[in-house]
């Protein structure tokens, strides 16, 4: 079970990083929340990956039958497979923008507090946060998890959703061969 759940994990965590690494690369977006909505529709769609695979294991690999556990754990591995390509592909992009994206964040940070009339003293709170999250950012190991954690819980979400589906047999049954 070890090939479906690397080729469809692969599979997934390019199609969530590729966009990602392309418009974090030639598209700067003046809104944070657009990006975080387009990355995380990007996760679902490319998250499929997480059904379609178990899916295949259940009909090719198992003949058809698959149990709960065993499907959640394929699903988990696909997606713990993608959330490391994701690490990879933000490693990437990071290094491709002269991580920018740290102070423009920080920025974007203060900046919302700013113009939502925070007073003074949320104002500073807020510019020790964005110098928290600068100091936090240029350990390679938080960084690292912080952007595992980003995409692995939407895969275990759509590992239970899959599991649950998939386990009937009744459900989308595997056509036999013409």
Do not use: C
Not at 35 to 56: E, N, P, Q, R
Not at 92 to 97: E, G, N, R, V
Request: glycine share 8%.
């Amino acid at each position: 079970m070890i090939r479906p759940i690397a080729f469809y994990g692969l599979i997934a965590g390019f199609i969530v990083t590729l966009p990602m690494d392309l418009a974090m690369v030639f598209a700067h977006s003046d809104s944070m929340f657009k990006g975080m909505v387009f990355g995380y529709l990007t996760m679902i769609v490319g998250l499929t990956a997480v059904f379609l695979g178990v899916k295949h294991v259940r009909d090719r690999v198992l003949g058809g039958a698959i149990r709960f556990w065993q499907a959640l754990l394929v699903g988990l591995g696909i997606s713990a497979v993608a959330s490391f390509i994701y690490v990879l592909g933000w490693e990437l992009t990071l290094a491709l923008t002269n991580y920018e994206f740290v102070g423009a964040y920080s920025q974007a940070m203060v900046a919302a507090v700013k113009n939502r009339g925070g007073t003074d003293a949320e104002i500073q709170k807020a510019v020790a946060d964005a110098a928290e999250f600068v100091r936090m950012y240029r350990d390679p190991v938080s960084r690292m998890s912080i952007t595992f954690i980003e995409m692995f819980p939407v895969g275990v979400l759509i590992s239970l959703i899959s599991a649950a589906l998939l386990r009937n047999t009744r459900l989308l049954p595997q056509r036999a061969p013409a």
